[in-house]
């Protein structure tokens, strides 16, 4: 089976928190109530949790993909992934 | 006040060659000397001329330094008959410290407005933008001249329109730069989709630092092997550095990548009394005045210390100052530029700033407060949609770790410098507004 993994679009997030109230074991709240999501792939035995998480969100901000959570490779970040910015 | 009053170089000097460093020269003198870009180009295919940038190294000097012939390569891959790409020079230059791009433009114009045309040509693309920074009238008045000569002498095949940049930090990103062009807010958008897939109106867009495209458009003329005599293997060519702080010379100065971080600085005058370097920008790092002894401004050897040459700033402070006071005005100035959109941003970084505040000063630096600071750092990283919040932190870490003595030293009471704010602070978006 294919491995999902989840993502927080961090604009639309509102940090209403029912992600990490649904699922614990995949999100913990940082000090201000916004999501810090495990990036490896979801185990099939919270698959269900997750789904339902994920259909629960308020403002549409998470998501189950099938794409990994990674820095972006943005023409803005470097192979090894450092951050800069130009401007 | 603009930092930008005089130009230097190092070595012999490419993007600053010809008569006069510190005046804006003209078409007809640049046609002269360089002859028409496009006519150099002439039958080149754009493939080809996408492998010439490719085979030269170039690297983008707008700080992250992604390779530029990937760029053109993952652009023009994208467009198509109906979809067209789109090029964007990006000379908004919001770094406070940073003054290369408006210098750039105020004496060398025609050389970016080549790199353009050059780019324009590669990609395939017929519309073209520059942002640029409002903070210089001058440049902004050479380039609208320039265009204006172009268009008369008709060698402007692709129009290029000029869009005065968003005063706020974060306007100078990719994406909060296409937003603001568009007629939006200059406020970054999620990525994926990358601009190079689909930026301005769905198009895939070509967003380069304008030094980058001044760059181009030599190599476009003189071929990779040319670009390749000068600088590392790795990170060939020249690059523009603005240098400021206790110095007697500041100003931009063109510099073979690769050279002595302290022979730059003894060109600019630095002063006996110089501590610490910041370079980079402000999302850049401290670098002690013995590293710089030994550092080249490279990626390669400013990373062992954890830097990186980042838009070239190079910023030089002395022992009077206080690093960590130093670090916090700016980081709180970064808070404050937050474009508001995303949570771990907006709250993280106010709660860092008031919490290396905090550790800055002896009255009010507590144990707790660094190990706090330190878990934020790690959980705040990677989680806004733009690398804001990524560059506030490496900057607090830089802070950290270099000036780690001081805060030693206030949480014990004691100080040993004092604020002289060597960082410039424009007036924040929130107060702009």
């Not at chain 2, 700080?63 to 390569?73: I, Q, R, T």
């Not at chain 2, 902004?140 to 008709?154: G, I, K, T």
């Not at chain 2, 040319?226 to 790795?234: I, M, P, S, Y």
């Amino acid at each position: 089976m294919k491995s999902l993994y989840l993502h927080v679009n961090p604009i639309t997030c509102a940090g209403h928190g029912l992600c990490a109230e649904l699922l614990p074991e995949a999100v913990r709240l940082d000090d201000w109530g916004y999501p810090m999501v495990d990036p490896s792939p979801v185990s099939p035995r919270i698959l269900g949790h997750a789904r339902r998480a994920v259909a629960a969100c308020p403002t549409l901000a998470f998501a189950l993909r099938a794409t990994p959570v990674r820095r972006l490779i943005s023409p803005r970040v470097d192979e090894a992934g450092e951050n800069d910015k130009s401007h | 006040m603009d930092l930008a009053v005089r130009g230097g170089v190092l070595g012999s000097p490419r993007l600053l060659a010809g008569p006069g460093r510190d005046i804006t020269e003209s078409l007809a003198p640049h046609l002269d000397r360089l002859g028409d870009p496009l006519g150099a180009v002439g039958t080149t295919s754009p493939r080809e001329l996408i492998q010439r940038i490719r085979a030269s190294g170039l690297r983008g000097r707008g700080g992250g330094g992604f390779p530029v012939g990937e760029k053109l390569a993952a652009v023009a891959a994208g467009a198509g008959v109906g979809n067209r790409a789109i090029v964007v020079a990006n000379a908004s230059e919001s770094e406070p410290a940073s003054a290369k791009d408006r210098f750039l433009l105020s004496v060398r114009p025609h050389l970016v407005i080549d790199g353009i045309e050059v780019a324009a040509r590669a990609v395939g693309a017929r519309q073209a933008y520059i942002c640029v920074s409002q903070r210089s009238e001058q440049a902004v008045f050479a380039l609208r001249q320039a265009l204006l000569e172009r268009r008369e002498a008709r060698l402007l095949p692709v129009p290029v329109e000029v869009v005065l940049a968003a005063p706020t930090f974060v306007g100078g990103d990719e994406t909060a730069l296409l937003s603001w062009i568009a007629g939006g807010a200059p406020s970054p958008t999620v990525v994926p989709p990358l601009p190079a897939h689909k930026g301005l109106t769905g198009h895939p867009t070509l967003v380069q630092n304008a030094e980058s495209l001044a760059h181009l458009a030599l190599i476009a003329r003189f071929g990779p092997d040319w670009f390749r005599r000068v600088g590392t293997e790795e990170e060939p060519g020249t690059m523009l550095v603005t240098v400021s702080g206790c110095v007697t010379s500041a100003g931009v100065y063109e510099t073979p990548i690769g050279a002595n971080l302290e022979d730059i600085l003894e060109a600019s005058g630095w002063s006996v009394e110089t501590e610490v370097i910041l370079v980079g920008g402000y999302f850049g790092s401290w670098v002690s005045r013995q590293d710089a002894g030994v550092k080249a401004l490279s990626r390669a050897s400013l990373a062992s210390c954890g830097a990186s040459p980042g838009a070239g700033v190079i910023l030089a402070m002395p022992k009077t100052a206080c690093g960590v006071k130093e670090t916090a005005e700016v980081v709180d100035w970064l808070a404050a530029e937050s474009s508001g959109q995303c949570g771990p941003c907006v709250h993280g970084l106010s709660a860092v700033a008031a919490c290396l505040t905090r550790l800055a000063s002896p009255a009010s630096a507590r144990r707790a407060d660094l190990g706090r600071l330190l878990r934020w750092c790690t959980e705040i990283e990677g989680r806004g949609a733009c690398r804001h919040p990524d560059g506030v932190i490496k900057l607090v870490r830089s802070c950290l770790q270099v000036f780690g003595p001081e805060v030693e030293a206030h949480r014990s009471g004691r100080c040993f410098g004092s604020y002289e704010g060597w960082l410039p602070l424009p007036a924040t978006t929130q107060q702009v507004r």
